[in-house]
């Protein structure tokens, strides 16, 4: 057992951890440990949205994947899709780096026009943020399945201490020992022509927190689709059309493909947060998460490792400096511009 926080961001506490230091969680969790050089990543969000023109969004998506193809390009990506609440079927390729400097190359040359230039029949965005290895934490049921920017990652932890209570996600990120993380001001929108920019605020949050079921079987399975994916999806549903009064700007419930297009057993929600702790008051609070987090408590104490489920989430609070939202003749109900 060690702490998420690796050795090497740990520092004297002005702020205390939610549980005891001899606290033992009920089953393991473990996260994603980058080689101690790493000191900032690029967690960056590409995506395409049309009502009723498939084949501009394929050829822009395979410009998209094109461009992650040369030099500077991400170090890992997948593909999802959702069709969101004005009917718009929106693919998002989630990319990442881990060396700031050759993403901001790379988007010099390659990416920025994905925002920049005009495309028929389709609209554009860009949501990313670069935070600080300090500013994030990543957590996972399974130690062989990286996900996310835990693709860039040296490896794995070992099991963890700070997981399995309300609260164990803030613990995780190495900015709280010091840091509340609370928001300041609120975000903006600058308008040029079709494009839209959105001016950030202070501690804006993000999670993305994704399901792998494709290694289930039977009993499982049926658990999962039957019991736990519905009640997900009414949480999801919850935060896409009423989450704005309680400080979730936009939720994305999304389906995982294959480059080409092709369905698999992979899903994740992402959502953008006024802050952590909004986050955190919907997690513990609402019906759907708190029957799914005792559910999956259950049953992750239960089976332990033997669980073919999968479960990860990766969760930042950026500082305003660390983001960037642009968006190219979408619709106003798109991502970051409900916030404003
Ligand atoms: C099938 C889907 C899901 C299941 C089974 C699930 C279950 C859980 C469990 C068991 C934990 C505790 C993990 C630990 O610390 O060991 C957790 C934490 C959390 N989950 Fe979920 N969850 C799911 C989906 C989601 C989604 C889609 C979101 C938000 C978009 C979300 C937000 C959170 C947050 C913010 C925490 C951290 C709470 C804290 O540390 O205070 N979860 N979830």
Same mark, same amino acid.
């Given at each position: 057992m060690e702490s998420a926080i690796p050795a090497h961001l740990q520092c004297p506490r002005t702020r205390q951890r939610r549980?005891?230091?001899d606290y033992v969680p009920p089953y393991p969790s473990f996260v994603a440990r980058h080689a101690p050089g790493v000191t900032q990543v690029v967690m960056a969000y590409f995506g395409v949205q049309h009502l009723d023109d498939a084949v501009a969004a394929d050829a822009a998506l395979r410009d998209l994947a094109a461009s992650f193809a040369c030099?500077?390009?991400? $170090?890992h990506w997948d593909r999802s899709r959702y069709t969101d609440e004005a009917g718009y079927t929106n693919v998002i390729c989630a990319a990442y780096w881990d060396d700031p400097a050759r993403f901001d190359a790379w988007f010099a040359a390659q990416g920025a026009k994905w925002t920049r230039e005009q495309r028929a029949g389709v609209g554009t965005f860009i949501e990313l943020v670069r935070p600080d290895v300090r500013r994030y934490e990543t957590l996972f049921s399974a130690p062989d399945r990286p996900e996310g920017i $835990?693709?860039?990652?040296a490896g794995m932890s070992d099991m963890?201490?700070?997981? $399995?209570?309300?609260?164990g996600a803030r613990d995780r990120i190495p900015a709280s020992q010091t840091d509340a993380m609370q928001p300041a001001g609120a975000p903006r929108l600058v308008r040029d022509g079709g494009r839209v920019t959105v001016r950030p605020h202070e501690n804006l949050c993000l999670i993305r927190s994704g399901q792998d079921w494709g290694d289930t079987q039977a009993d499982e399975r049926a658990m999962y689709q039957r019991d736990v994916e519905p009640v997900l999806r009414a949480g999801m549903d919850f935060l896409r059309d009423e989450g704005l009064s309680i400080g979730c700007f936009a939720n994305r419930y999304l389906s995982v493909e294959t480059a080409d297009g092709h369905g698999i057993e992979k899903s994740y929600g992402m959502s953008w947060w006024r802050s952590l702790d909004a986050l955190e008051r919907w997690a513990e609070s609402h019906p759907t998460h708190v029957a799914i987090f005792g559910a999956a408590m259950k049953y992750l104490s239960t089976l332990?490792?033997? $669980?073919?489920?999968k479960l990860y989430h990766e969760v930042t609070v950026a500082h305003a400096d660390e983001q960037f939202f642009e968006y190219l003749n979408c619709h106003d109900r798109s991502g970051m511009l409900r916030a404003a």
């Open positions: 549980v005891a230091d030099e500077g390009g991400p $170090a $835990a693709t860039l990652a963890v201490t700070e997981h $399995a209570y309300w609260g332990g490792p033997a $669980a073919k489920l």
